[in-house]
């Protein structure tokens, strides 16, 4: 029997249990490969942006049978599953967060976008929508600027270009992007402006609260014209976080300046004298509600982390009892075949 051949492509879609894959230039459909995946369980599971092996199929789908390590990946608390993880995207250099300055602006939100953004790997950068119709835009970006330390914010309009070309400096041939945002936010506006073409489904938002409908309905990466890859993904309103302590570090940055400053080191920040973030509350350099999502996301991290410990553990001593069950030896009769 001839050998499969094994090539090497990165996936550029996913659509339920299919995935498209691009190898030397051209798409091919693929699923993964269950003896890999389903019972080996010894890789993980690949998304939009991994770079994966597979045994090609001239005459159907192929098969992946491998994800290579990934350098990024952007993941939130399984919402179908309701529990565990699912990875959105893979292998991209910057987190393009995308909010509109209409009335679904939400600086709450935002803070936990950063915060993912920051855990994956990529570069958070964030991306105002629809400054052609957003009011107070110079005061929005001023809070931003309050919670989102070291990052790059920019507001444009896909319906009249402003401001798209300051991006060039992250929209290079060699850099991968992904969007993130809530459904509506104009991911699919920004993307057919970047395409020049209407590959992107897009719809209105609705008078009543002004949400968007959610347009992207699965992860897709597109190529630019100069090289650049851009990852789109389906609108989340509700970002369920996963394990984020480093994205913690990192968007929180001046909190935790902060709580090294206390007086007492075990300080619970209620009733302690010399608590510096009572006293920064207290003379107003620090919000009282961004001190209370900080508190609400670390908690959801450090639930998630506790329950990622449990699993390990529970998976490994299930994996030490199987291997030192004695294998039974069965002798098998003729008449039994």
Same mark, same amino acid.
């Given at each position: 029997?001839?050998?499969?051949?094994?090539?090497?492509?990165?996936?550029?879609?996913?659509?339920?249990e299919?995935?498209?894959?691009?190898?030397?230039?051209?798409?091919?459909?693929?699923?993964?490969?269950?003896?890999?995946?389903?019972?080996?369980?010894?890789?993980?599971?690949?998304?939009?942006?991994?770079?994966?092996?597979?045994?090609?199929?001239?005459?159907?789908?192929?098969?992946?049978?491998?994800?290579?390590?990934? &350098?990024?990946?952007?993941? %939130?608390k $399984?919402?179908? =599953? @309701?529990?565990?993880?699912? /990875?959105?995207?893979?292998? +991209?250099?910057?987190?393009?967060?995308?909010m509109?300055?209409?009335?679904?602006?939400?600086?709450?939100?935002?803070?936990?976008?950063?915060?993912?953004?920051?855990?994956?790997?990529?570069?958070?950068?964030?991306?105002?929508?629809?400054?052609?119709?957003?009011?107070?835009?110079?005061?929005k970006?001023?809070?931003?600027?309050?919670?989102?330390i070291?990052?790059?914010?920019?507001?444009?309009?896909?319906?009249?270009?402003?401001g798209?070309?300051?991006?060039d400096?992250?929209?290079?041939?060699?850099?991968?992007?992904?969007?993130?945002?809530?459904?509506?936010?104009?991911?699919?506006?920004?993307?057919?402006?970047?395409?020049?073409?209407?590959?992107? &489904?897009?719809?209105?938002? %609705?008078? $009543?609260?002004? =949400? @968007?409908?959610?347009?992207? /309905?699965?992860?897709?990466? +597109?190529?630019?014209?100069?090289?650049?890859?851009?990852?789109?993904?389906?609108?989340?309103?509700?970002?369920?976080?996963?394990?984020?302590?480093?994205?913690?570090?990192?968007?929180?940055?001046?909190?935790?300046?902060?709580?090294?400053?206390?007086?007492?080191?075990?300080?619970?920040?209620?009733?302690?004298?010399?608590?510096?973030?009572?006293?920064?509350?207290?003379?107003?350099?620090?919000?009282?509600?961004?001190?209370?999502?900080?508190?609400?996301?670390?908690?959801?991290?450090?639930?998630?982390?506790?329950?990622?410990?449990?699993?390990?553990?529970?998976?490994?001593?299930?994996?030490?009892k199987?291997?030192?069950k004695?294998?039974?030896?069965i002798?098998?009769?003729?008449?039994?075949?």
């Amino acid at each position: 029997m001839r050998e499969k051949e094994i090539l090497e492509g990165f996936i550029t879609a996913v659509h339920r249990e299919r995935y498209e894959v691009c190898v030397n230039n051209e798409l091919v459909f693929a699923r993964l490969k269950a003896s890999i995946y389903f019972y080996e369980n010894n890789q993980d599971y690949p998304t939009v942006g991994d770079n994966v092996y597979i045994e090609f199929n001239e005459t159907g789908d192929s098969l992946i049978c491998g994800t290579k390590t990934r &350098k990024s990946k952007f993941s %939130r608390k $399984d919402p179908d =599953k @309701g529990k565990g993880e699912q /990875t959105i995207a893979a292998n +991209f250099d910057y987190v393009f967060i995308m909010m509109s300055l209409n009335f679904d602006f939400n600086i709450k939100r935002l803070e936990r976008y950063i915060t993912v953004s920051w855990q994956s790997g990529g570069t958070p950068v964030i991306i105002l929508t629809k400054a052609d119709i957003g009011e107070n835009i110079d005061e929005k970006i001023a809070m931003i600027s309050e919670i989102a330390i070291g990052v790059d914010i920019y507001s444009i309009s896909a319906a009249t270009g402003e401001g798209i070309d300051a991006l060039d400096i992250y929209l290079k041939a060699d850099k991968c992007i992904v969007f993130l945002g809530s459904s509506g936010v104009g991911k699919s506006t920004f993307t057919n402006y970047l395409l020049n073409d209407e590959i992107m &489904k897009t719809e209105g938002i %609705r008078e $009543d609260d002004s =949400k @968007g409908h959610h347009t992207t /309905t699965h992860r897709q990466m +597109f190529v630019l014209a100069n090289g650049a890859k851009i990852i789109d993904t389906p609108g989340m309103r509700e970002l369920g976080m996963w394990v984020v302590e480093d994205g913690m570090e990192q968007s929180f940055s001046d909190l935790n300046e902060l709580t090294s400053a206390c007086k007492f080191s075990n300080c619970t920040h209620t009733k302690e004298e010399g608590c510096a973030i009572k006293d920064a509350i207290k003379n107003g350099t620090l919000s009282e509600k961004r001190w209370i999502n900080y508190q609400k996301i670390l908690r959801e991290s450090n639930y998630h982390a506790t329950k990622e410990r449990f699993s390990k553990m529970k998976e490994k001593k299930a994996m030490t009892k199987r291997k030192k069950k004695p294998s039974r030896k069965i002798d098998m009769k003729d008449e039994d075949y």
